[in-house]
C-alpha cells in the first residue's frame, strides 16, 4: 500500500512564495510520474504540474514561468516551489504518483492567497 503525505501548505499574501513537499511511502516499486493537481471550490481539480521519471516537465499555462516541480527519487518525494502567488492560485493541492500499477493520491494540503 501507498501513502502520500503533503506538507507546506498555508496562507500567504500575493506575490509570495510557499513550497510544497510529498512524501510517498510504502510499497512503491517504480515510481513513473509525480505531480501535483489542485481544486479551487466550485472547480474542477485541474493539473499543476507533472515530472515524469526522465525529469521532463509539464505545467499548466497559467504557473508556467512561477512554479517549479522538482523530485527526488531516493526519498520518493516531489517538491512544488510556487513564486509569485496569486490569489487565483488558492485551492486545495494535491499530489500524485503512478506507476505500472496505479495511480496514487496524497490527502491535499490548502494554499490560500490573500490579496
Known amino acids: 500500500q501507498v501513502q502520500l503525505v503533503e506538507s507546506g501548505g498555508g496562507l500567504v499574501q500575493a506575490g509570495g512564495s510557499l513550497r510544497l513537499s510529498c512524501a510517498a511511502s510504502?510499497?512503491?516499486?517504480?515510481?513513473?510520474?509525480m505531480g501535483w493537481y489542485r481544486q479551487a471550490p466550485g472547480k474542477q481539480r485541474e493539473l499543476v504540474a507533472v515530472?515524469?521519471?526522465?525529469?521532463?516537465?509539464n505545467y499548466a499555462d497559467s504557473v508556467k514561468g512561477r512554479f517549479a516541480v522538482s523530485r527526488d527519487n531516493a526519498k520518493s518525494t516531489v517538491y512544488l516551489q510556487m513564486n509569485s502567488l496569486k490569489p487565483e492560485d488558492t485551492a486545495v493541492y494535491y499530489c500524485y504518483l503512478n506507476n505500472a500499477f496505479s495511480n496514487y493520491w496524497g490527502q491535499g494540503t490548502q494554499v490560500t492567497v490573500s490579496s
Open positions: 510504502g510499497t512503491i516499486f517504480s515510481i513513473n510520474n
Open positions: 515530472i515524469r521519471r526522465s525529469n521532463s516537465t
